[in-house]
């Protein structure tokens, strides 16, 4: 009776062991710019090259090319390519795992069973198995809305550089930077963990909204136009982004940042922790 009583065995638990062990085991022995993971989940992203956009956000459409593969033989499942909203993408893993790249990146995306094809699985691929898509990010196409709120910042900043006269570099992905005071270091990429301290201005009336040093701070988690410029630059680097307010706040006011503020950032990269 106490036997039973103390039985805590746990099968979902014990799979998803099993596959993030055998996962693990797999990254060993492979090289990757860069492998991050979605927290708990199992989840794992090999970084074959990274690209120079923003990742994705839901009601954009994504244009991907994949292949899937099974983990334990490498075998091919299946490819294609993929031309939907983001949201719209069926598996959960993959799904996660292309909204956590920027624009332009190849990658493998590792995947346990649960937020895949589950115990099921399908013609293809046998219940409970570990799988891996190899993708490639090609295009992030934005809403009308967005792209009509895009042309009017890019006017807005372009009128803001030239009456000032600034020297700006100009990013595919509509971000402009300069690059003020040249460091010597190491460039980080989109999920290394920085220190730096920063001047965030809107664009429009020249209000300091926040100033201040981040010990610590993954660039992933900060807004999208700064995910594109810090990875420009190398430790020790000052630089100014001038950035559109669909790669910040967007349409969602935030503290003393109107909807629809472009912004500007004043950079100094300290450190890649």
């Known amino acids: 009776m106490f036997a039973a009583c103390l ?52 009601g954009q459409t994504v244009k991907v090319s994949f292949t899937g593969r099974l983990l334990s033989d490498w075998s091919i499942f299946e490819t294609g390519t ?17 909204e956590s790249i920027p624009e332009g990146t190849a990658a493998t995306i590792f995947i346990v069973s649960t937020y895949a094809f ?19 990010l090609e295009e ?7 792209l009509t709120q895009f042309k009017k910042d890019t006017a807005a900043i372009h009128t803001y550089l030239n009456e000032r006269s600034i020297a700006a570099t100009k990013l595919s992905s509509g971000v402009w930077y300069t690059s003020d005071s040249a460091g010597t ?9 920085i220190t730096f301290h920063y001047k965030g201005t809107i664009l429009s009336s020249g209000i300091v909204f926040q100033e201040g040093d981040i ?6 988690g900060l807004i999208d136009g700064l995910k594109i410029g ?44």
């Open 7 to 58: 039985d805590v065995s746990n099968p979902e638990a014990d799979q998803l062991t099993s596959e993030i062990k055998a996962i693990n085991e797999y990254l060993a022995g492979v090289s990757f710019l860069e492998v991050t993971s979605g927290n708990n989940s199992g989840i794992q992203i090999g970084i074959k090259s990274f690209g120079s956009g923003a990742p994705p956000h839901n």
């Open 82 to 98: 993929i031309n939907d909203k983001l949201e719209n993408i069926p598996i959960n893993g993959l799904r996660y795992g292309i």
């Open 118 to 136: 589950g115990p099921s699985g399908t013609s293809t691929v046998p219940g409970n198995a570990t799988i891996a898509y190899e993708v490639l």
């Open 140 to 146: 992030v196409i934005k809403t009308d809305l967005e």
């Open 185 to 193: 270091g190491a460039s980080p990429n989109i999920y290394d963990l």
């Open 215 to 220: 010990p610590k701070q993954i660039i992933y």
């Open 230 to 273: 810090i990875p420009l630059i190398n430790t020790g680097t000052t630089a100014t982004y001038y950035i559109p307010s669909g790669l910040a706040y967007g349409p969602t006011a935030n503290g003393l940042i109107p909807a629809n503020a472009n912004l500007i950032f004043e950079i100094k990269l300290n450190a890649i922790e």
